[in-house]
């Protein structure tokens, strides 16, 4: 990597399917993995978004309350970043109610399509699939697991703190660390289709997204860790461009890595993709704000850990905050998988 000039970048909405383009596997949630699915869209079209179940913030959190269904956001986001769509229906998708609108007040529109197919259906990942079909998407989003879940933070000094909207303001509160997290009920069981969809992939992609929240929940589900683990995939490791305030603070890359490490075990990453643009000193100065900041990528603690670091030049040019770009982050995954793990792919399925 390190070569951005030679990545292959897509002018905006033009596809450029290759022969031989990858199953793509992506695990993770939020905000970091729709806005890969956005760029990857564009390279191949067997693409598997596995995300987790365990949010229960926001609009996500009341629905979950109220229905007693799973949140929808995060399988929302990635079904838009997915889908094809007109401009009005991706209005209409996003559509947020402002204050003053009774119950409605703060709901997003999409997550009460996905409700409504939820009451249809029976069933939260046939709800997923048929908004899928509505918006027309390329690949599919798949839940993590369709149980009941809550995710527990239990912290340097003994605290434990259930729920994932509840763990973010503990830590900012105390400024302790998160020692370890886990699901309740414990090892709940892999939704079958995402145990066969990681069986079959070329490609696995965890993250970019909130590490103890979004991408760690996800390997706390009985079978993941084991399927990830027994891959022949390409296994690659998606940093985040920042620490998270509420959750990474003063993290490095490779404290990310052990993490994911420490509740997974080895084998789940080959290599850790990072960005190598600088950050503007304006939006260095918001984040630190906030008690963030830039992520260090310390290469020899990452290649200590058994893994190949690759660079690029992820940063978004037209974002108020520090976001990758759609485009050079697929281009740059893409450009990983032709150089690097096409071929480790194809000695392991000979062994």
């Known amino acids: 990597m390190d070569r951005p000039e030679k990545l292959l970048v897509p002018e905006e909405g033009v596809r450029v399917y290759a022969p031989g383009a990858p199953r793509i596997v992506a695990i993770g ?6 806005t890969m699915l956005r ?7 067997d693409i598997t978004a596995i995300v987790t179940t365990a949010d229960d913030g926001g609009g996500s959190g009341r629905l979950r309350q109220d229905l007693g269904m799973l949140p929808p956001g995060d399988a929302r986001d990635c ?6 769509t007109e401009p009005v229906m991706e209005q209409l998708m996003t559509f947020r109610f402002s204050e003053n609108s009774g ?3 703060g709901q997003n529109f999409g997550n009460l399509l996905l409700a409504a197919l939820n009451g249809i259906c029976g069933s939260f990942a046939e709800a997923v699939r048929r908004m899928g079909e509505v918006l027309a998407i390329t690949g599919r989003v798949l839940p993590v697991t369709e ?4 995710l527990q933070a239990i912290f340097d000094d003994g605290t434990t703190v259930l729920g994932e909207s509840n763990i973010f303001f503990h830590k900012k509160d105390t400024r302790r660390r998160i020692s370890r997290v886990i699901m309740l009920p414990e090892h709940p069981q892999a939704y079958p289709e995402s145990l066969a969809a990681i069986a079959r992939a070329d ?3 965890i993250g970019p997204g909130s590490l103890y929240t979004s991408i760690i929940p996800n390997f706390l589900v009985s079978g993941i860790t084991e399927a990830v683990t027994a891959s022949r995939a390409y296994k690659v490791f998606v940093m985040n461009l920042m620490t998270q305030d509420g959750e990474t603070e003063e993290y490095t890359a490779a404290d990310h890595l052990r993490e994911l490490i420490s509740h997974s075990g080895q084998g789940c990453v080959d290599a850790v993709l990072a960005n190598s643009s600088p950050i503007p000193e304006h939006l260095r100065e918001d984040y630190l704000r906030e008690g963030a900041g830039v992520l260090e990528v310390d290469r020899e603690a990452l290649e200590a ?18 976001r990758h770009d759609p485009a050079l ?4 995954i893409m450009d990983l998988w032709r150089n690097t793990g096409r071929q480790l792919v194809r000695q392991r399925r000979k062994s």
Request: charged letters at 15%; proline letters at 0%.
């Open 29 to 34: 949630g939020g905000h970091g993995l729709s």
């Open 203 to 205: 490609l696995i992609l």
């Open 39 to 45: 760029g990857l869209k564009l390279h191949t079209r």
């Open 329 to 332: 982050l697929a281009a740059a």
């Open 103 to 105: 119950a409605l007040t």
């Open 305 to 322: 850990l058994g893994v190949r670091l690759f660079t690029a030049a992820l940063l978004s040019d037209s974002s108020e905050y520090a």
């Open 147 to 150: 149980e009941d879940v809550r």
């Open 79 to 84: 079904v838009l970043a997915l889908a094809n």
